[in-house]
């Protein structure tokens, strides 16, 4: 039968031409008809149809019926059909297996053979990371035979195969699959119905059969303080700092509670599924202590007496408080208390408050001198006055830096001795003390005097660090180093400095601080920060051995503002270009929101002198030891 093809063109004549061209045939040769003819004014189209005679299959044939395989050899000029194996298939030609594309011919003897696949059982366990789970995954493959598939009449014929035959081996019994875990030394924790499922299927992924004991952490105890305790200022969640939030740490009254203790949940050890043991790690534990005026009752510290609550690491106890309702005047006299001490009115002229704990005054001090080893907080206004807190603190600060070069000296001492004695550098009949005294004499020499010095800086301590004094002066002064006989005893001697050392940093130097709303005319000495809450300052002079703050708006015009670390003012000086000095040490920062003219900035002994008005300061001194200013013009 003859096939139509259609071709379109702006004549006759090239619709022949792309017919021709197309269809391999002799211009002359070509049958056709003309469809369709379109004429405009512009332009002229044609649409042919074109008969092309089928040509001759002369190619040879293969085709597979009913599981024979017959070829149809090929036509004059023909080629031979060909024959593609598959692996489920073995085809062999003449006796010989082939395994690829391969012609053939009637003449040829062509067989196959069905693959026989035997079927298998695969069983793998893994276990989790932590140990208390055990997954199985399993997979049964049955026994496949494959016989040749019918194919239709082709010249290039690939085998295909169908299944003739499927068997499943037997599955995992329950007890083979026991057997198979107890080899991984899996004995713990067995899932019975997830085993006994296994079992029964042919496939199964990551299936769990052993499940342990996860551990369960304890949590951390919770202690929660029932008084205020702000001895720091808070800060928001954009880090803006309230100097305000500091407060004195208000009077307990007999029977109120001060902490209580919230017990964290008690660790659970778990088991992984080899039967071991998974140890659950324990949350922080907190044991709290009833001091001085203080009862432990139902895990809470309650107040036996009425006063101020002291905290101790862990230990509460109560410290008296001498309360006076009104102000101090001529009619209560001065006011001495070893305690500590509230005030509900002011503190007049001529008059003084010494506390060995802290000061509250809830209204103001004019003409007074207020002293205290702790903090002090004055609510109302402080003029003419003169406010110092923590004055034993920079004793303390002595008998701690005298420690500390005490330590350091010692130490480098004994591992001189210890290598001198050892490497028989002074000769091999020379003892250590000996080492230990000629290294004191000749490289040591300020030991001594230091030991001196510390034994004078505590005298007036108790037994305890005169103990540790006298062990000093036995084993390293006079002839007390000759009698060392092992190098451990100038570790003991470097133990008893190193407690001293931590003791002193707990209990001995406590920050004291001093919270006040305005001065004026006015000396204030903290040996901790001083903070600033209301008005300012006016021509008064303040110096902190730690920082000085100024809340936003907060005025300091006149006098001289004097911290060891840092000092943050909201406004300094006035248009009246009142001097006003600002001091820290040269490892200190100054920070100021606006300053006037006149205006003195001291870092170490470097001053600076702002002559304009400025915002943003920023002051400090840099590596080269050179003061640097950072401001933004007004």
């Known amino acids: 039968m003859d096939e139509m093809s259609i071709f379109t063109g702006s004549s006759v004549e090239e619709c022949l031409k792309k017919a021709s061209d197309d269809l391999k045939i002799d211009f002359k040769d070509l049958k056709y008809e003309i469809i369709e003819e379109k004429k405009s004014l512009f332009k002229k189209s044609f649409k042919i149809s074109v008969k092309k005679p089928m040509l001759e299959d002369i190619d040879g044939k293969i085709i597979i019926s009913g599981g024979k395989i017959e070829v149809i050899n090929p036509k004059a000029g023909g080629r031979k059909a060909t024959i593609t194996p598959t692996k489920e298939i073995i085809l062999k030609l003449n006796g010989e297996k082939i ?19 035997e079927g298998k059982r695969e069983i793998n366990v893994s276990i989790s990371d932590d140990k208390t789970e ?11 035979v494959y016989e040749i598939k019918d194919s239709i009449e082709m010249t290039d014929l690939i085998v295909g195969s169908s ?7 037997p599955g995992y019994t329950v007890e083979e699959i026991v057997d198979i875990l107890a080899k991984f030394k899996i004995t713990y924790g067995l899932l019975k119905d997830n085993i006994k499922m296994i079992s029964e299927k042919n496939k199964v992924e990551k299936l769990i059969v052993a499940q342990g004991c996860v551990p369960q952490n304890g949590t951390d105890d919770r202690l929660i303080l029932k008084y205020n305790e702000n001895k720091v200022p808070v800060k928001d969640n954009k880090g803006n700092v309230d100097y305000k939030s500091i407060g004195h740490i208000q009077t307990i009254k007999s029977g109120e509670i001060l902490c209580e203790l919230i017990k964290g949940l008690t660790a659970i050890n778990g088991k992984d599924v080899y039967g071991n043991k998974i140890t659950a790690n324990e949350g922080k534990k907190i044991n709290i202590n009833a001091g001085k005026g203080c009862a ?21 106890s109560i410290e008296p408080v001498y309360v006076i309702n009104g102000s101090v005047d001529l009619s209560t006299g001065d006011v001495k208390f070893d305690g500590n001490i ?29 002293v205290s080893k702790e903090d002090i907080t004055i609510d109302g206004n402080v003029v003419t006055s003169s406010i110092s807190s923590g004055k034993d603190e920079f004793f303390n600060k002595k008998i ?31 003892k250590l003390g000996e080492v230990v005294k000629i290294l004191i004499e000749k490289r040591f020499k300020k030991l001594e005097k230091d030991i001196e010095e510390y034994e004078a800086l505590v005298a007036s301590k108790d037994d305890r660090v005169k103990v540790i004094v006298s062990i000093l002066k036995n084993k390293l002064t006079g002839l007390g180093p000759i009698n060392i006989n092992n190098i451990e005893e100038l570790g003991k001697v470097l133990t008893l400095l190193k407690n001293e050392q931590g003791r002193f940093y707990s209990e001995e130097l406590a920050q004291s601080n001093i919270k006040l709303n305005y001065i004026q005319d006015s000396k204030i000495v903290s040996y901790g920060d001083v903070y600033i809450t209301g008005k300012g300052e006016y021509i008064s002079d303040i110096f902190a051995d730690g920082n000085i ?49 006149n205006t003195k900035l001291i870092i170490g002994k470097i001053e600076y002198v702002i002559e304009e008005e400025c915002r943003d300061v920023h002051a400090y001194m840099d590596e ?11």
């Open 99 to 117: 395994d690829k594309k391969t012609p053939v011919s009637n003449e040829d003897d062509i067989t196959w053979i069905g693959e026989e696949v």
């Open 134 to 144: 055990a997954y199985i995954n399993l997979e049964i493959i049955p026994k496949r």
């Open 163 to 169: 299944k003739k035959e499927e068997v499943y081996p």
């Open 296 to 316: 432990f009752f139902d895990n809470k510290i309650i107040a036996t007496e009425t006063g101020k609550p002291v905290k101790k690491g862990y230990t509460f």
């Open 342 to 370: 509230e005030v509900f009115g002011d503190v007049l002229d001529g008059m003084k408050v010494h506390s060995g704990k802290s000061v509250c005054i809830h209204s103001g001090a004019s003409g007074a001198e207020i």
């Open 400 to 430: 701690l830096n005298s420690i500390n070069s005490l330590i350091s000296t010692i130490t480098e001492l004994k591992n001189m001795a210890d290598q001198v004695f050892k490497s028989k550098m002074l000769g091999s009949n020379v």
């Open 549 to 597: 703050y100024f809340v936003e708006n907060s005025v300091a015009r006149g006098g001289t503002l004097q911290a060891r670390k840092e000092i943050k003012c909201s406004i300094v000086g006035s248009g009246g270009r009142v001097r006003t000095t600002i001091q820290v040490e040269k490892e200190g920062h100054i920070y100021i929101q606006k300053a006037f003219p």
């Open 624 to 634: 080269n030891g050179e003061i640097v200013v950072e401001k933004i013009k007004e």
